[in-house]
């Protein structure tokens, strides 16, 4: 299984692998595989964690190869996952953070339905590089 966006650096790998069991294990989270669907090959992933069942609320965030950027690919297993979770799952919040830079994931978040509702400051270290995040919302109401 790659780690984040196909990496095969074996420390990556090892990282990713524990967090997808750790999710699965306590039940907080699970990370779908994205494959193309005309010829079966993995372009990424999407995740659900920090699922929580009293407030009804999770977080989602995906990651794709770069070959496979600009097709679209990326909103569609979103919504897909975001259709699952509100129907089964019974959620009422979902939110998600993108770094200020990053603006096709804001873009993703925007084109389904997420709303911008705050910065945080200084959030995230990217290549040594500090940044402000982008908070986005979605709520089952919005969803529907
Ligand atoms: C962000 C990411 C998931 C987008 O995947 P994708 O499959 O290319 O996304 P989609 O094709 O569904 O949509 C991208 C949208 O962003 C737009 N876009 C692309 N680059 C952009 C930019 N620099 N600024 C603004 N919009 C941009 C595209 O035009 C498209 O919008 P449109 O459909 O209105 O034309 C992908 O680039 C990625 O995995 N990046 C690395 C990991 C990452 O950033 N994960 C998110 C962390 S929060």
């Given at each position: 299984m790659p780690n984040d966006c196909g990496s095969t650096d074996p420390t990556s790998v090892a990282r990713f692998m524990a967090g997808c069991r750790r999710m699965a294990e306590d039940g907080s989270g699970a990370r779908l595989a994205i494959e193309r669907?005309?010829?079966?090959t993995f372009v990424g992933w999407c995740t659900f964690n920090s699922w929580d069942a009293d407030f009804r609320s999770a977080s989602l965030g995906y990651c794709l190869k770069e070959a496979a950027w600009g097709h679209g690919y990326a909103t569609e297993a979103a919504r897909v996952l975001l259709q699952w979770a509100f129907d089964t799952?019974?959620?009422n919040r979902v939110q998600s953070e993108t770094d200020t830079r990053n603006g096709a994931s804001a873009r993703v978040l925007e084109k389904l339905g997420?709303?911008?509702?705050?910065t945080l400051r200084a959030d995230c270290i990217v290549n040594g590089a500090v940044s402000d995040s982008w908070v986005y919302g979605l709520l089952r109401r919005d969803w529907a």
């Open positions: 669907r005309s010829d079966g799952l019974d959620l997420f709303v911008r509702e705050g």
